[in-house]
C-alpha cells in the first residue's frame, strides 16, 4: 500500500517550507503568492481609486520584507507541481483546528489559471470538514471553473468572493458572493473595530467571509 505524504515532503512540494500562513487578524491558517504576480490585480493596482491601488501586499509591511518574497516565489514556482494538491490537502489538512476549521487562500496574491481555480476545488472536495474562502479579480477564470466542475458539483465549503474594481463601487450582480471597499451595502467588516484588528471579540467570533449567504462583505479601506 502507498505510504501517506509526510509533513516534510507536502512542505517541499508547496513550498510551504516554514509551513502554512497565519494571518495576523483571522482564524486558521493561509497560502499567499505575491501579489506582482496577480494578473488583472496587478494591472489595477496602476490605476487609481480601484481595490487593487491600496492593496497592503504591495510591498507594503512584512509583504516587503526579503523572506516573505522568497516564500512567495517559491509557492509561485510550486503551482506546476504534479502532487501540489496532493501537498495542500496534507498540508491544510493536518495544521487545521477541526474546532475553528477556516482557511484563507491567498492572503496576497491571486488565482492564475481556471486550472488553478478547480485544483481548489478538488482540495475543497478532499477536505470537506474545512471551510475555504478566496477573494479574487479573476473573474473569468472563476466562471471558466464553475462551467467546467458544474455548478451543482461545486463543493459547498468553498467561497469565491467577486472582489469589486473601484472603491465605493456597489456589488454587481453576481451569482456568487462578493466584497467591497466603503460602499457602505452589505455586511459590514468589524475586524478592525478592536485593537489589534481581529475577527474575533471578546463576546463573539466573526465567519462572515466563509459565509455564503453573506452575499457581500463590505470592508473598510485600510
Not at 9 to 16: E, N, R, S, V
Not at 32 to 41: D, E, N, P, V
Not at 92 to 97: K, S
Not at 138 to 157: K, L, M, Q
Request: proline share 8%; with cysteine; hydrophobic share 35%.
Amino acid at each position: 500500500m502507498p505510504q501517506p505524504m509526510t509533513l516534510k515532503l507536502a512542505k517541499l512540494i508547496t513550498g510551504h517550507i516554514s509551513g502554512l500562513g497565519v494571518p495576523s487578524k483571522m482564524p486558521g491558517f493561509s497560502t499567499a503568492l505575491s501579489a506582482y504576480a496577480c494578473i488583472t490585480g496587478k494591472k489595477l493596482s496602476e490605476i487609481e481609486g480601484t481595490a487593487c491601488s491600496c492593496c497592503y501586499a504591495m510591498g507594503r509591511g512584512r509583504y516587503g520584507a526579503p523572506a516573505v518574497q522568497k516564500g512567495h516565489a517559491r509557492r509561485f514556482a510550486a503551482l506546476g507541481h504534479p502532487l501540489w494538491v496532493a501537498g495542500m490537502v496534507r498540508l491544510i489538512g493536518h495544521y487545521t483546528d477541526p474546532a475553528d476549521p477556516f482557511f484563507r487562500i491567498h492572503d496576497s496574491g491571486d488565482f492564475q489559471s481556471a486550472e488553478h481555480v478547480i485544483r481548489w476545488v478538488e482540495i475543497a472536495r478532499q477536505l470537506p470538514w474545512v471551510q475555504f474562502w478566496a477573494p479574487t479579480q479573476e473573474r473569468r477564470f472563476v466562471a471558466t471553473a464553475r462551467f467546467t466542475v458544474g455548478v451543482a458539483n461545486w463543493p459547498t465549503n468553498l467561497v469565491i468572493r467577486l472582489s469589486s474594481i473601484m472603491v465605493g463601487q456597489p456589488p454587481k450582480r453576481s451569482s456568487l458572493p462578493t466584497s467591497t471597499i466603503r460602499s457602505g451595502v452589505g455586511f459590514a467588516c468589524r475586524a478592525y473595530d478592536t485593537k489589534p484588528a481581529s475577527c474575533d471579540s471578546p463576546d463573539s467570533k466573526c465567519r462572515a467571509c466563509w459565509d455564503p449567504s453573506v452575499r457581500n462583505i463590505d470592508y473598510r479601506q485600510q
